[in-house]
């Protein structure tokens, strides 16, 4: 089992930055896929950003360049960096976690992975 926290999540006016991060417990190590995906009222799951097994990093196309999603596995931790948000960023976040061993793109297209934590809203506002 893997339990997943997040934090970080506010309302910041657009242009703003935001930084999300994620604690995890239970049994993940270094090799564990992690990433983060968002969801809006009424639409399906979008994976924002993720990290394979292998290390491998994949985003979104709509967060290029303006994300980053990095970890710290001496604290279990998963972070996601968000610069110039828009108000399309708005959604609820979550942290996820798999223990396939999958390239990180595999996880933004498919958003299939075994544990989720609770998320965190993000609003942007103009």
């Known amino acids: 089992q893997v339990h997943l926290v997040e934090s970080g999540g506010g309302s910041v006016e657009v242009g703003g930055s935001l930084r999300l991060s994620c604690v995890a417990s239970g049994n993940i190590d270094s090799t564990t896929s992690v990433g983060w995906v968002r969801q809006v009222p009424g639409k399906d799951r979008e994976g924002v950003a993720a990290?394979?097994?292998?290390?491998?990093?994949a985003y979104a196309d709509s967060v290029k360049g303006r994300f980053t999603i990095s970890r710290d596995n001496a604290k279990n931790t998963l972070y996601l960096e968000m610069n110039s948000l828009k108000p399309e960023d708005t959604a609820m976040y979550y942290c996820?976690?798999?223990?396939?061993?999958?390239?990180?793109?595999?996880?933004?297209?498919?958003?299939?992975?075994?544990?989720w934590g609770q998320g965190t809203q993000v609003t942007v506002s103009s």
């Open positions: 990290i394979g097994s292998d290390g491998s990093i």
């Open positions: 996820a976690a798999d223990r396939g061993r999958l390239k990180g793109m595999y996880f933004v297209r498919s958003v299939k992975f075994e544990y």
